[in-house]
């Protein structure tokens, strides 16, 4: 049975920085692609970055894709730890929102099937 256990949200000003933590119980890095999810007040919840399952490498939603080159956003994995990880940096007000994990149960799922509760992130300007 797949857990995953999201950590690290919080209450913190306008410009600092966070970083998300995904324990995952169950599942292993590598057999199939987890990822970060976002869902802002009101809104939907959209995909943020994803570790590919193949190769560990990361991937961006186009969103962003221009954050993560400026080096705002990191997704990260200690597989050691069997840990999923989430930087966000010069955090803006509109970062606010509950950050989920998710993973696939297979790789070639087009969804993901396995999903954490969700941390809460609230950026204060």
């Known amino acids: 049975d797949v857990q995953l256990q999201a950590s690290g949200g919080g209450l913190v000003q306008a410009g600092g920085s966070l970083t998300l933590s995904c324990a995952a119980y169950?599942?292993?890095?590598?057999?199939?692609?987890i990822g970060w999810f976002r869902q802002a007040p009101g809104k939907e919840r959209e995909g943020v970055a994803c570790?590919?399952?193949?190769?560990?490498?990361?991937?961006?939603?186009?969103?962003y894709y221009a954050d993560s080159v400026k080096g705002r956003l990191t997704i990260s994995s200690d597989r050691a730890k069997n840990t999923l990880y989430l930087q966000i940096n010069t955090l803006k007000p509109e970062d606010t929102g509950v950050y989920y994990c998710?993973?696939?149960?297979?790789?070639?799922?087009?969804?993901?099937?396995?999903w954490g509760q969700g941390t809460q992130v609230t950026v204060s300007s």
């Open positions: 169950g599942f292993t890095f590598g057999d199939s692609a």
């Open positions: 998710a993973a696939k149960r297979f790789p070639e799922a087009l969804t993901y099937d396995y």
């Open positions: 570790i590919s399952s193949t190769d560990g490498t990361a991937y961006y939603v186009d969103k």
